[in-house]
């Protein structure tokens, strides 16, 4: 996908013709229709990352520069880190950032352990009751959460589980429609390696370690991030399963923030900030990843 | 290789299940999903709270939410959700997906650029668009510097509704940009080819080759963001407040849910009535989908 293999350098000399753009058929693209496009790809660049950038300035805004001025300033007249020191001051936000972090590792590990198990047991392995295995992880994804985050609290309860980070891991610990998609990409797998793998006589847990599982590192790099992005991201069930400040997650913590402190935008800005740049480090990471995988196999399902 | 092979007749004499492969998904999926589901559908039928086990009530729940105000201010907030939602996350995304599927230099930025809304936590982005249509925010100086005047984006009822949709499509045209992508580049180009010989102008390609192309992906698009929108939650609890705003007034179903079933006084078995309730209009929203997809197809 890089930009490099895309553009093809023009076969004239360059002297004698301007740089050719050309789409990924090899066609040229008008120069009018160029600008057109990229006019809008900027227009709508503005719309999608501007309030991030707005965020970032807010709290880059020192106590005595009016954040509410007419016409706006874009940019910070004296840039300072004085608000992040603040947010960490007023609530623990890395103790809060802490906790994401390990629900959502937790999530992300338990995720790619257990859909990996269960999508090549669904996918490679044959034994009475398979079609009933499926088919609970089928009806399990038409379920939707919201419907059933009461009786889940309750079930914490009973187990003793409530406002801890345990609770908030379990029930997306294993996503069915994770286990789906893994099912999926082991299908997707030639026979005839694992059938030489049987003849010499490797184990369906040897066969399933050594020879399935490297071969579907994209679709568990995918369910990867999704668990991660997902656990990260979660407000409604750790807003119900947690009740101790302590214990709660940067989103949890960041409402509290904008409640208590609702006047101060720098403030909520700072934290906002800290919450979504790890993400967006991770996504710039990834995305070459994110992309491929999710086109071949998410989409088509 | 000789290792390998030591080890694996060790291996071969444990029996290795197949179940034990599944047990873990299974486990989770029974005792976190299938469970409460089912015991949702039974603590609807009880009068169930916190502290108190509850007794079998019957239809009482559903008859009690035919006469609350607030059910149908949630029901209609939930719905008016849907309608204002989906159209937009049809149409707009696929004309994203057209605007940066051509390989032109700095795509691949755009792209993950414009995904960057549906990477932040909704938390975040509620957050961000509470500060930017505050009454003082960047939007309101805007419209002030332009001679508009400023506008009570979150402090009038209908407003606040129509900005939290805003920001549930903003949200989301990233996630189904990628989505029409996938889509788009199934669509055959001799089509579009074909079409351009016989004068069609893009317009006309668009409507004639691209739509009836990718319309499978619409309705798939239609059904995903229905349901999610109906289920709205996170936007409209960070704008609006905890009580939904005004009066209560933007209370969707899933924050009465949330405001019910919680809490030491929480109503479980009334909260359970309404679950049935997002549950049951999930259902229909999905087979409504469905069958407008089957009707136009043949």
Redesign the interface.
């Known amino acids: ?3 490099i293999e ?2 093809r350098p023009p076969r004239a000399p360059a002297a004698a013709r301007e740089t050719r ?1 050309t ?3 090899g066609r040229r ?1 008008r120069v009018w229709e ?1 600008a057109l ?2 006019t ?2 900027l227009i ?2 503005a ?3 501007g ?2 950038l ?2 970032l300035s ?1 709290s880059l805004k020192g106590p005595t520069e009016d954040i ?5 300033t874009f940019l910070p007249g004296h840039p300072t880190l004085h608000n992040y020191a603040r947010v960490a001051d007023t609530i623990p936000v890395w103790d809060y950032a802490l906790n994401s972090l390990k629900v959502a590792g937790a999530n992300v590990v ?1 995720n790619c ?3 990996a ?2 999508g ?3 996918a490679r ?3 009475r ?2 079609g009933v ?1 499926t088919l ?2 089928v ?2 994804m038409l ?2 959460v ?10 914490m309860r009973e187990l003793g589980l409530n406002n801890t980070l345990i609770g908030v891991v ?2 997306g ?2 996503g ?1 429609m994770n ?1 789906l998609l893994m099912r999926n990409a082991f299908r997707n797998l030639p026979y005839e390696i694992e059938e030489a793998a049987f003849v ?7 066969r ?1 370690l050594r020879i399935a599982l490297p071969s579907v590192k994209g679709t568990l790099a995918v369910v990867a991030i999704f668990a991660f ?1 997902g656990a ?2 979660d ?2 069930w750790p ?2 399963v947690l009740s101790d400040p302590s214990r709660f997650t ?2 949890i913590g ?2 509290y923030l ?1 409640g208590t402190f609702a006047g101060d ?1 720098r403030l ?2 700072a ?2 900030v800290i ?2 740049a790890p ?2 480090a991770l ?2 990471c990834l ?1 070459r990843y994110f ?1 491929r995988g ?2 071949e196999g998410a ?2 399902g | 290789m000789a290792d390998l092979t030591a080890r694996s007749r060790v291996r071969r004499q444990l029996p290795t299940s197949p179940w034990l492969f599944a047990a873990p998904g299974l486990l989770v999926t029974g005792a976190f999903v299938l469970y409460p589901f089912l015991s949702t559908l039974h603590n609807s039928l009880t009068d169930r709270r916190t502290l108190i086990p509850g007794r079998f009530v019957g239809l009482a729940n559903f008859r009690e939410l035919l006469h609350d105000d607030m059910f149908w201010t949630g029901l209609r907030n939930s719905s008016l959700y849907v309608l204002g939602v989906v159209p937009a996350l049809v149409v707009l995304p696929l004309l994203l997906a057209l605007l940066v599927q051509k390989n032109i230099p700095g795509i691949t930025f755009f792209r993950s650029a414009f995904y960057t809304p549906v990477v932040a936590s909704i938390v975040v982005v509620g957050l961000i668009w509470v500060w930017l249509l505050d009454e003082r925010g960047l939007v309101n100086s805007l419209l002030e510097t332009l001679g508009i005047g400023r506008v009570g984006f979150l402090s009038d009822q209908w407003l606040l509704l129509l900005s939290a949709m805003a920001v549930t499509v903003w949200k989301g045209l990233g996630y189904y940009m990628i989505i029409y992508l996938a889509a788009l580049a199934n669509v055959p180009r001799e089509l579009h080819e074909a079409a351009a010989v016989d004068g069609a102008g893009p317009v006309r390609r668009f409507l004639n080759v691209t739509v009836p192309a990718v319309r499978s992906t619409m309705v798939l698009v239609a059904a995903l963001s229905s349901v999610a929108a109906f289920k709205v939650f996170s936007e409209v609890y960070l704008m609006a407040g905890p009580s939904g705003g005004p009066a209560g007034e933007d209370t969707t179903l899933v924050m009465l849910v949330q405001r019910t079933g919680t809490g030491l006084t929480g109503r479980l078995g009334y909260a359970s009535a309404l679950s049935v309730v997002v549950f049951a209009v999930t259902v229909v929203l999905m087979l409504l989908v469905l069958c407008a997809d089957r009707r136009d197809g043949t």
């Open positions: 996908m890089s930009v895309k553009v753009v789409d990924e058929h693209i160029l496009r990229y809008l790809l709508v660049l719309l999608t990352v309030p991030f707005w965020q807010t509410f001025s007419s016409p706006p338990t352990v257990g859909s198990l269960a090549y047991a669904l392995l044959r034994y009751g398979r295995a609970v992880f009806l399990a379920v939707p919201e419907g059933i985050v009461i009786a889940q609290f309750t079930t379990l029930p610990s294993i069915a286990v010499d006589g490797a184990s369906a847990w040897q399933f992005m990260w991201d407000f409604l807003l119900i940067l989103t960041l409402n904008h935008e909520v800005a934290g906002t919450a979504v993400l967006i996504f710039a995305q992309f999710v086109g989409v088509k």
